[in-house]
């Protein structure tokens, strides 16, 4: 079956611009979480274990701390940085045997969502993620003015100038009063 191609792309080919039309799939219901110990199952980094750092729901794939190393450019230096890995070549593993496994969800009696390992039937629970969360600035309450301390009165010398100004235009105002009626 033939698709119709739309003006624009047309257009690209005309000009030997390569259309992608393969887009990923996505992976509707993701088992695998950062935190999580995996083993790579294909690959040149085949065997190897490691912890999963991040993971790119949009893309599958995942990447894992330690495994699948790539030369990268980086501030003008080449260091050696982890590569992503598609999600089908990792496997959970098992908490209890330490082997690869298979993950199915299920409910607990109070409706919570976990994971259950098929081989041993071991509850996997889901490792924090606060901990790959940008660390936040903490709050400085001491830069903080307090709203009583915000709304006090300190300024006070202003108040004794005008009130003293004042007392001395009245005092004029009394003195001329007093020369006119002389």
Not at 10 to 32: A, Q
Request: hydrophobic share 35%.
């Amino acid at each position: 079956m033939q698709q119709t191609m739309t003006g624009f792309e047309k257009m690209l080919l005309r000009k030997g611009m390569r259309i992608n039309k393969r887009l990923p799939i996505k992976i509707r219901d993701w088992k695998i979480f950062r935190g999580d110990q995996v083993l790579i199952r294909t690959g040149p980094s085949k065997g190897e274990t490691g912890r999963v750092v991040a993971c790119d729901k949009y893309k599958n794939r995942v990447v894992v701390e330690g495994v699948n190393l790539r030369r990268r450019l980086r501030n003008a230096k080449f260091v050696m940085a982890e590569d992503t890995i598609h999600y089908s070549n990792v496997n959970l593993l098992d908490p209890e045997t330490g082997k690869p496994t298979r993950v199915k969800w299920r409910f607990l009696e109070d409706g919570e969502k976990i994971r259950i390992s098929v081989k041993s039937g071991a509850m996997i629970p889901i490792p924090d993620q606060k901990e790959f969360d940008p660390p936040q600035k903490p709050f400085n309450d001491q830069k903080d003015t307090g709203l009583d301390l915000a709304m006090k009165d300190t300024y006070t010398a202003a108040k004794e100038a005008a009130a003293a100004a004042a007392q001395e235009e009245d005092e004029v105002v009394v003195a001329e009063e007093i020369t006119s009626k002389s």
